[in-house]
């Protein structure tokens, strides 16, 4: 297959060029976010760590929805997981600007990582200083790198989105195929 004619199935919808477009951009995130955390050495912090899962399961699901195209799968179950690769998506984009929001000091991130903790060591004496003073946190309110003014959570933002899009429109091409099989 060339690139002509799978850009030209994307736009069609069809759902094997689009599952396909959804697990290729599910990898080349997975490794973006590896390249930063073991190459350029910017460890995850909490929620850097939940917004990768959509793209684990995502990276799963876009290659059952590309299998299921090319042995032909109802349509009612590439709609079904079209939609649910949407949703998760639309959900982790959601994330990602709850995150940059944090970021940004919109409103408070969660405790466990973004600022004081408990203070454990008044009464623990040193084995409790010392775990304290020896443990790092990454804080999910410090940006560890922008792009354009833009942070990691904020281009998570975007890709997930576009991803969240895709989806959308695979499981448009899937419905209108349902709809078409049909009469």
């Known amino acids: 297959m060339s690139f002509q004619s799978y850009t030209a199935g994307v736009q069609q919808a069809e759902p094997g060029a689009v599952a396909t477009g959804l697990a290729a951009g599910c990898v080349l995130t997975i490794a973006g976010f590896l390249f930063f955390q073991y190459v350029v050495g910017l460890p995850p912090c909490p929620l850097c ?27 009612r179950v590439m709609v079904a997981g079209f939609g649910a690769l949407a949703l998760m998506m639309l959900y982790n984009a959601g994330l990602g600007a709850y995150h940059a929001g944090i970021e940004w000091k919109f409103w408070p991130g969660p405790s466990e990582c973004s600022g004081g903790g408990a203070n454990f060591g008044a009464a623990g004496g040193g084995l409790l200083n010392q775990l304290q003073n020896g443990i790092s946190v990454v804080r ?6 922008r792009l354009f003014g833009i942070s990691l959570p904020g281009w998570n933002v975007l890709v ?5 899009l895709l989806a959308a429109w695979g499981c448009y091409g899937a419905y209108v195929r349902r709809v078409r099989d049909e009469a």
């Open 49 to 75: 760590l939940e917004q990768r899962y959509a793209f684990y399961f995502g990276l799963a699901l876009a290659i059952m929805l590309t299998f299921g195209a090319s042995h032909g799968a109802r349509s």
């Open 140 to 145: 999910c309110d410090q940006a560890a790198w």
């Open 160 to 164: 997930s989105g576009g991803h969240a």
